[in-house]
């Protein structure tokens, strides 16, 4: 079993790239508006959030 991170940010595109400068990978599918669903480089699932979403 895997853990789940959902991480809240300010700027979910700055995020996503910085993450993804960090090794992560975007994953194809993106559930809602407000949200991206990344893996880290071991393939760990995580979230990044805006507020509210």
Do not use: K, Y
């Not at 992560?24 to 979403?53: I, K, N, S, T, Y």
């Amino acid at each position: 079993m895997q853990a789940h991170r959902d991480i809240q940010v300010d700027d979910l595109d700055g995020e996503t790239e910085r993450a993804r400068t960090w090794g992560a990978a975007l994953e194809e599918h993106q559930p809602q508006e407000g949200v991206r669903v990344l893996r880290d480089p071991h393939g760990h699932p995580f979230c990044l959030l805006l507020p509210g979403a």
